[in-house]
């Protein structure tokens, strides 16, 4: 598991429920019920989330406050459990990407927490990874100075092979030299994952102006998808962020039926929801007005008076405040006069992460105003 968040919650039974979803969603956790030993995880490390039991007094604004100001975790995935019926317009002014409403929910808070994961794996494959054959030099706190070859590079990290793993919580130092470069690069990094045969990604941290630009001049020469431009706007936004992490990327679906089987879409958690939508017959531009009644991350129920008859391929535009979800289906069955059961088919991961999205703003409540930012 390379993803670790940082439960902050002074409620056990809380903190045990978001444990056990993390864990399912295969993230390392750490809780803590003070916020001020909160405050010390984030000086301490990086984690990909935090969830904080978010109460509007000091206690909690000081925590966000130096959430956003932390050098490691600025970036991070925030994640805040507020009181049922609470405005959280302003938590979301204060850094929040997600709300989750108390008493908390096992599948609502599921899904929120899943839709967070996805996203937080789709900033990390941002990074594009080039091949790369060379030896560093690596040191950290309380070992010798010991080798290790890099296998692929990043504008945000490294994949390196070693005889001995590095410790999981420590900061270790690099040194080496690219290929066709007279120049050391120098820069900090931490592990963001290893595997049982020696594998170990690195995820920088610290990296010199004169390093960085070693690396990105390197990235530009030895990979053709990466302009000039393209290269430089991503390696600054990995050093704010922090997100690019050379990380096998998870497998895609082969088709899509593996993503909405029909004989597992009842498994999923479904969301009753009146959302005005937009259906369309794939192949013609009429607009078909209708309403979505029930929905999951596999597929929705479109209320419409006249269903597209057959197994036709349609197209569904839903449009909340500030979001506007494009995604293609399959009728499976109609009702004359009510509607008809619609299949998603994804044509790829990012338009299951926008489904996901939805589903996170309607796990929040009722109300369709508490959008992700």
């Known amino acids: 598991m390379d993803l670790h968040a940082l439960v902050v919650c002074p409620d056990q039974d809380s903190a045990n429920l978001l444990r056990s979803i993390l864990s399912e969603l295969g993230m390392m956790t750490e809780h803590t019920s003070s916020i001020s030993h909160g405050l010390e995880q984030l000086e301490s490390r990086?984690?990909?989330?935090?969830?904080?039991?978010?109460?509007?007094?000091?206690?909690?604004?000081?925590?966000?406050?130096?959430?956003?100001?932390s050098a490691k975790n600025r970036a991070s995935m925030l994640v805040a459990i507020v009181d049922s019926g609470f405005n959280a317009r302003p938590v979301f002014g204060l850094g929040a990407n997600f709300v989750?409403?108390?008493?908390?929910?096992?599948?609502?808070?599921?899904?929120?927490?899943?839709?967070?994961?996805?996203?937080?794996?789709?900033?990390?494959?941002?990074?594009?990874?080039?091949?790369?054959?060379?030896?560093?030099?690596?040191a950290y706190p309380g070992a010798p100075e010991t080798n290790a070859v890099l296998a692929d590079l990043?504008?945000?990290?490294?994949?390196?092979?070693?005889?001995?793993?590095l410790p999981h919580a420590c900061k270790a130092y690099f040194e080496f030299a690219?290929?066709?470069?007279?120049q050391v690069v120098r820069l900090s990094g931490e592990v963001a994952w290893q595997d049982s045969s020696g594998r170990t990604g690195i995820r920088f941290l610290d990296v010199p102006q004169s390093s960085r630009r070693l690396i990105q001049n390197w990235l530009q020469q030895n990979n053709p998808e990466?302009?000039?431009?393209?290269?430089?706007?991503?390696?600054?936004?990995?050093?704010?962020?922090?997100?690019?992490?050379?990380?096998?990327?998870?497998p895609g679906p082969k088709d899509p039926a593996s993503i909405a089987d029909a004989g597992n879409r009842r498994g999923e958690y479904r969301f009753a929801c009146k959302l005005g939508a937009e259906v369309y017959r794939l192949g013609s531009t009429v607009p078909h007005r209708c309403v979505l009644s029930d929905i999951s991350e596999g597929g929705c129920y479109v209320e419409m008076p006249t269903p597209l008859t057959g197994q036709s391929g349609v197209?569904?535009?839903?449009?909340?405040?500030?979001?506007?979800?494009?995604?293609?289906?399959?009728?499976?069955?109609?009702h004359s006069g009510f509607g008809m059961g619609v299949r998603f088919m994804f044509r790829d991961s990012s338009e299951r992460e926008e489904i996901l999205r939805l589903l996170a703003v309607l796990s929040a409540g009722p109300e369709l105003d508490e959008q992700l930012r």
Request: zero cysteines; proline letters at 6%; a positive charge.
């Open 46 to 69: 990086r984690f990909d989330a935090i969830v904080l039991d978010y109460r509007a007094n000091q206690s909690s604004e000081q925590f966000l406050t130096r959430l956003r100001q």
């Open 100 to 138: 989750l409403y108390r008493p908390l929910s096992s599948e609502r808070t599921r899904i929120s927490l899943r839709a967070a994961r996805g996203l937080m794996r789709r900033e990390r494959r941002r990074g594009p990874r080039t091949p790369v054959n060379s030896t560093a030099n690596v």
């Open 154 to 165: 990043s504008d945000g990290g490294t994949l390196i092979r070693m005889p001995n793993p």
């Open 178 to 182: 690219l290929p066709g470069q007279r």
């Open 226 to 250: 990466l302009s000039a431009g393209a290269a430089g706007k991503s390696f600054a936004t990995s050093q704010l962020n922090q997100s690019s992490v050379v990380r096998p990327a998870e």
């Open 315 to 334: 197209e569904i535009l839903v449009r909340t405040t500030g979001t506007k979800v494009r995604i293609r289906g399959q009728v499976m069955t109609t």
